[in-house]
């Protein structure tokens, strides 16, 4: 649930004033002790006020610092202190995103709207947005499909919304509710594109929003081939691509071709996969299509050498990105245990290249990366001067070790999984240590323990993130 308390941070935080935000930020980047120490001064004053917005305040700076144990027991006493305020509101929108039975569930969510009204709050309505969002989906795949639209029409923030929207009708998709989540998808869409219509192109959310109703006509189109309608998918492609940047038109890519194929335009869906290709972001599925829409019109061409040319011009677009994020300063020395008790330092492997992998099990694009990280580790597993670390690490489990332990076993990955447990602080050491405040997050060592590269998140395209790999390994082995 790290992303929920990510949230909240975000969205509880209250507007103060920018000099004094200036003046804290100052002290907290200071490299003089003595400014750290009035820090921490002047953040337990913060305390004595009877303004939740300055508790808030020394909470977040305390969580800057690192300083969790002071951070948690703030938390604790300002719920107590302020029992219908922000950090008690958010700690009840924990309770309710937990839930899993869904009319516990929307009884909870009723209490807590009674007790926090929206129009007590100044920080707007996505945090309840989130808790809508929870409720509609629950009730969904509870097979409750009227409450759960009822629900996800509440939701306002317009991206919030189309995206409430969509899950909702995944689910019914999924449960056989066909029509009527066709249905949904047609008026997000809509929805959707009216926003994209009248919005500002400077506001820094339309391009998530135009990215999400790319999307959502991608996901339509899918339907309506399934349907035999490939002409009208074709429409929504072709909508979908002229408001795409450059990776998101090749993300089209896969349903594009099938399209294409369906109409009969099979060179056209050729060069469309052979463009996903080259980008590492081809699908196994894919690729079988590519290779037989190939001997369509090469009967006796050489597909090998085909594919190794665009293998070639994958690597060389890489090789150019890489080269512009090369970094190069000393990693933090550590020492973790490993799954079976084992201590690992950092040390011991000197004079290897160390890709280090930090991630937890509840990171849903860690576990989307896991696929990708499992062929680069089996690509590698015979040399001797590669070694691949998987941190795990802001654990939120009781028993995080054997869960973690369950997890990897019950999909077979070859990882080697250190753990980067709480300290008594309630501090993850190790990740701190980093600098590292989003994972999934790897760092690339060389042989000399130093930092060369360090990328976070994770877009998509196993054989992209392989060769990323691969290519950080050979430019600095």
């Known amino acids: 649930m790290k992303y929920i308390l990510i949230l909240l941070l975000l969205f509880c935080s209250p507007v103060f004033a920018q000099e004094e935000n200036n003046h804290y930020e100052a002290l907290l980047n200071s490299e003089n002790e003595s400014d750290k120490k009035q820090l921490k001064k002047e953040l337990y004053q913060l305390l004595d006020s009877e303004e939740e917005e300055n508790w808030i305040t020394a909470f977040q700076y305390f969580h800057k610092l690192d300083d ?3 951070a948690d027991s703030i938390n604790v006493a300002m719920v107590e202190k302020f029992p219908l305020g922000i950090m008690a509101r958010n700690q009840d929108l924990r309770k309710i995103m937990g839930e899993k039975d869904a009319q516990s569930k929307e009884a909870l969510f009723q209490t807590f709207m009674e007790t926090f009204p929206p129009e007590n709050f100044k920080d707007g309505s996505m945090i309840y947005d989130y808790g809508l969002n929870s409720l509609a989906t629950t009730l969904a795949s509870a097979k409750n499909s009227d409450k759960a639209i009822k629900y996800a029409r509440m939701v306002e923030h317009p991206m919030m919304s189309s995206n409430t929207f969509v899950q909702v009708a995944d689910i019914l998709m999924t449960n056989g509710q066909r029509e009527l989540a066709t249905e949904l998808y047609v008026e997000t869409i809509e929805k959707t594109k009216d926003y994209v219509d009248k919005a500002d192109p400077n506001n820094e959310e339309f391009a998530y929003v135009k990215m999400g109703l790319a999307g959502f006509m991608d996901k339509y189109a899918g339907i309506l081939l399934e349907d035999g309608n490939a002409e009208k998918a074709l429409t929504y492609l072709e909508k979908a691509h002229e408001i795409s940047d450059e990776k998101g038109k090749v993300n089209l890519n896969g349903r594009y071709a099938k399209v294409l194929t369906a109409l009969g335009r099979e060179k056209e869906a050729f ?35 085909y594919i190794e040319n665009l293998g070639k011009q994958l690597k060389s677009k890489l090789q150019v990105e890489l080269a512009e994020i090369m970094m190069d300063e000393p990693a933090p020395q550590f020492s973790l245990k490993d799954l079976d008790g084992n201590t690992v330092s950092l040390a011991s492997l000197k004079g290897k290249v160390v890709i280090i992998d930090f991630w937890a099990t509840w990171c849903g694009p860690c576990i989307k ?3 990708s990280m499992k062929k680069a580790v089996n690509r590698f597993a015979e040399n001797p001067d590669v070694a691949f670390l998987f941190v795990h690490t802001w654990e939120t489990d009781k028993d995080p070790i054997n869960s973690v332990k369950q997890f990897v076993s019950d999909n077979d990955y070859p ?3 250190l ?25 690339i060592l060389d042989k000399e ?22 290519m950080m390994i050979d430019l600095i082995g």
């Open 68 to 70: 969790r144990k002071v």
């Open 449 to 470: 323990g130093n930092i060369r590269f360090k990328v976070s998140g994770f877009s998509g395209g196993e054989d992209a993130a392989v060769e990323e790999i691969a």
């Open 271 to 305: 060069e469309k996969l052979a463009e996903s290709y080259s980008h590492g972001l081809a699908t196994e599925e894919m690729k079988e299509d590519m290779k037989a829409l190939y001997f369509t019109y090469h009967e006796n061409g050489d597909y090998a050498a």
């Open 419 to 443: 753990m980067d447990l709480k300290n008594e602080d309630g501090k993850n050491e190790v990740v701190s240590a980093f600098g590292i405040s989003g994972i999934p997050t790897k760092i």
């Open 369 to 371: 990366s896991f696929p």
């Open 415 to 417: 990882f080697h999984v």
